[in-house]
């Protein structure tokens, strides 16, 4: 008797598998992150030494190599990550707005800022990430993002809650596209407010530097004569560290 295991495939990987999902059929209904791994690789030889490197999520959480997990889990396979309304609908009020979103939509600077801003806190802060023509003397086209969406919610929601944290009284809003995004459009904007603006400066830092670590969002780089998928920008990446 065999169970079968889906893992979801994102980015870089679904092109390389040429799948947005992987189905494998396994004796186990339980296994460690490295035994999945070892599995998928004695599957799929060729993508051996990419799998070694990918990172697993376990309903919607990065699981260390030594994490169990189950076949009826929702599993994802990551790559490093990077990262008009009708009349009558009806709007949102400040409270049903979410914080924290990610979306094919274009974003709006005052929106996000809104989020935001409470009497308590005197200084504001909103950055705006969009996307530049030339990086070391090549012409971008066009970028494209993917996140998993509901994984890629949580950890920017998670990435909000450290801040209040480790920051009391300060308040963060994240916006991030999906999709294609053509140069000098908006991909994410962060906004933040502080009692004092020296706290906001620090925290709009971290909340940058944060989601290029840990949200599942990923961006291809579309140039006249190709594109590459593009991950991590800070070194080695390692989601899982703080969870050990």
């Known amino acids: 008797m065999t169970i079968e295991w889906k893992i979801q ?39 051996a030494s990419l799998l070694s490197i990918s990172f697993v999520a376990c309903n919607q959480s990065y699981a260390t190599d030594d994490a169990v997990i189950r076949a009826q889990d929702e599993l994802a396979l990551l790559p490093p990550v990077s990262g008009g309304e009708e009349t009558a609908a009806p709007q949102p009020t400040l409270a049903e707005t979410p914080r924290f979103v990610v979306t094919d939509e274009p974003l709006s600077v005052d929106a996000v800022t809104r989020q935001v801003i409470a009497a308590a806190n005197g200084a504001t802060l909103t950055f705006t990430g969009t996307t530049r023509e030339w990086t070391h003397g090549v012409r971008t086209v066009k970028l494209e993002y993917e996140a998993y969406v509901p994984m890629a919610v949580k950890t920017l929601e998670q990435i909000g809650d450290e801040i209040a944290e480790r920051w009391p009284g300060t308040l963060t809003a994240i916006a991030h596209r999906i999709g294609v995004v053509d140069i000098a459009e908006i991909s994410v904007v962060i906004a933040v407010s502080s009692p004092h603006r020296d706290t906001c400066y620090e925290a709009s830092r971290y909340a940058i530097e944060r989601l290029k670590q840990i949200v599942p ?28």
């Not at 070194?235 to 899982?240: E, F, K, V």
């Open 9 to 47: 495939l994102f980015a870089g990987l679904a092109d390389r598998f040429g799948t947005p999902a992987l189905a494998l059929a396994l004796p186990e209904e339980k296994l460690t992150v490295s035994e999945l791994k070892q599995a998928l690789s004695e599957q799929y030889p060729e993508q």
């Open 217 to 244: 969002i990923w961006k291809k780089e579309i140039w006249e004569d190709g594109s590459e998928w593009k991950g991590h920008q800070l070194g080695p990446w390692d989601p899982t560290v703080s969870l050990k």
